[in-house]
């Protein structure tokens, strides 16, 4: 019934990383996570911190090569992960994602829906395509929908459950330089995590949004490709700097953790202050 390999190898990960840090158990202990857009950016540290705080880690993407490359990182660290290749808009690859992790470590704990795209044609409505609309909503919106669709069923099999749904600081803010769809779509997973939220609640499952502010990934960096639009943005925030993975890393390790059993519904911001911003320190 399983037909996709799972495999290994190895990578050297940057700056910033939690990738040289062993795995000696913590504050995952016993759990099992999924982890979609596992490959980079906030999934890869994700992955690594993670496995590194005790969790059996299945790292999902569609870059076999670099997921296969986190899973490799985290064996030689101690830890346990497999990787699986998915695409997120698709609903066969996402209920087999599922099968995958409850079929190696018998059970799901925490559902990680990180994967997204932004592209860098999504402007405004006037001169986006339907293209990139369609293609911006089906992996950051549907994506998102597929996962709880497929996961939730799992973790009441569990009995409780975290599920983190990565949506943006765009959700919560316009801004006069536009990617409308990318915009919608994250404003979409915002709402469907609080409904989502309220619904399960009372079963044991918790369910939050957790909103990036931007970040040096390599997903930004594509988009913001020259000084000018990376400058364009910067003197709005508070810590005149972007953030980086590792720090998102940590909210989602928070919300992924019996810390916090409390948490349900929230809309969790690592933005370095934007969203509080009007005027910004000199």
Same mark, same amino acid.
């Given at each position: ?19 040289? #840090? ?45 997921? @296969? ?15 699986? $290749?998915?695409?997120?808009? $698709?609903?066969? $690859?996402?209920?087999?994602? #599922?099968? !995958? ?30 293209? !990139? ?6 992996? @950051? ?37 536009? $990617? ?65 993975? @590792?720090?998102?890393? @940590? ?32």
């Amino acid at each position: 019934m399983f037909t996709r390999t799972l495999k290994t190898s190895v990578i050297s990960l940057g700056y910033r990383s939690f990738s040289n #840090i062993k795995s000696s158990g913590g504050r995952l202990d016993g759990k099992v996570a999924i982890i979609t857009g596992g490959a980079d950016g906030v999934g890869k540290e994700s992955s690594l911190l993670f496995a590194k705080e005790g969790a059996k880690v299945l790292v999902v993407d569609l870059d076999a090569n670099k997921g @296969n490359s986190v899973v490799s990182q985290i064996k030689s660290n101690g830890g346990n992960a497999y990787f699986f $290749q998915a695409d997120i808009s $698709q609903a066969a $690859q996402v209920k087999e994602m #599922i099968e !995958v992790a409850e079929k190696n470590y018998g059970k799901l704990d925490i559902l990680f829906n990180n994967a997204g795209i932004m592209i860098s044609e999504d402007d405004d409505s006037i001169n986006t395509t339907e293209e !990139v609309w369609d293609k911006t909503m089906n992996v @950051n919106l549907k994506g998102v929908f597929l996962g709880c669709k497929y996961g939730i069923p799992a973790l009441l099999r569990n009995g409780k459950g975290s599920i983190i749904n990565t949506a943006s600081f765009v959700a919560l803010m316009g801004a006069a330089t536009p $990617q409308i769809a990318y915009t919608a779509s994250k404003g979409g997973v915002l709402a469907m995590t609080r409904e989502l939220a309220v619904i399960h609640a009372k079963q044991g499952i918790r369910v939050n949004a957790l909103c990036p502010g931007p970040l040096r990934t390599e997903l930004l960096d594509k988009f913001l490709s020259t000084d000018e639009k990376r400058n364009r943005r910067l003197v709005h925030l508070p810590m005149g700097r972007f953030g980086y993975a @590792n720090e998102v890393a @940590n909210g989602a390790l928070f919300l992924a953790s019996d810390e916090s059993s409390y948490v349900t519904a929230s809309t969790f911001l690592v933005d370095g202050g934007l969203t509080a911003s009007y005027v910004t320190a000199i």
